[in-house]
């Protein structure tokens, strides 16, 4: 059968991440399918193991830096996209974050006879109750929720849906292993830091300016109160910040595996780096961006109690400079570090909302002697008919 994963431009990585890990496990559980993954992300090269086959379409940043103009730009990509789709010919279309598209690209494809499934995080109530994201949802067969039940808050209008089912987080345990010091160890060998504590300062993927904004304000300070640190940023900012040398400058993707080397973390609050601190319990300072759809303030507000995390209730440099403080008194005890954490346990466990959202996506696909599409006879007739 084939897939077709779609994921959009963005700020940071958190769609393309839960995409590419979820095309882990299928392929873990039945690698005979054929996977396309189309993107307009500008992050890559992908790791090695994620050698899925992509069609990788430049986004608007890309365009507006080489001069096109967004008539221009708009109306090749959507034909790519559309051209993409239909050549492929996929049974299940799966798509996270944005059921239409940011610019609607995908309401076409969502009047073809093809199976789709969306992958939903947690988002700001106000925008996921409009009635415009309702209606984006209505050509979905499934509805996939990245989180456990009874942990996140839907829209009003999916609370009794039957469509909605939850995998719990869809998080990658990459590298992580249940014999914590021996990976520690193993990290900071092939890092070179010394016995020193080490912070790592990570703002998402990297296509944030506001997080560029205060980069410089935390690591001065860290470097003025003498700890040392590593900067990791994401695929998609390529240079070195000019706040950092290229000592402390750690361009990593993915970050996970790395992340028991450090004594502590001063962090964004995307779904995926706030995944992955939990399940590694270094002591952080979450820092919440705003965003349209992404809650990161209540996502911080949630794992507060859990013992690992404190909030930067600002990014002012008052506000900043004491979570700072409070993050180096913090990791100075390492018995405050953290309660263990609904993530925590082997490398399955942390595999397993990716592979409930592998075995639920499967499981929709046509078997055989049955119909690709997923419409019913009657629905199928005005099909025949306009094509007559």
Known sequence: MRLLFYATNGLGLGHVTRLLTIIRAIRRQDPS???????????????????????RIPGP??????????KSYYQMVHLLLWQAASSFDPHLLVVDTFPAGPEEELTPLMKWPIRKAFVYRDSRADACNSPDFRKSLDPYQTILVAHDAGTVRLPDFLKKDPRVHFTGVISDGTGQTDDGEKKRKEVRDRLGLSGEPTALVTMGGGGDPEAMRILPTVTGWLRRKGVPFLVATGPLLREIPPCITAREWFPAWPLAPWIPGFDMAVSSAGYNTVSELRSAKIPSLLIPFARDLDDQEKRVSEVLGEGWAIQAPSTSEHDLFDGLSRLIEK????????????QTGNTADRRKGADRAAELLLSYLPRKN????????????????ASL
């Open 33 to 55: 399918h054929e996977i396309l993954f189309v993107t307009r992300c500008e992050a890559g090269p992908y790791p090695k193991e994620d050698d899925v086959f992509t069609l």
């Open 61 to 70: 940043s890309r365009a507006r830096s080489s001069g096109l103009t967004p």
């Open 331 to 342: 990791s100075s005890h390492p018995t405050e570090r953290g309660l263990p954490s609904p």
């Open 370 to 385: 049955e119909p690709d599409s997923p419409l019913t006879p009657s629905d199928r007739e005005p099909l025949r008919a």
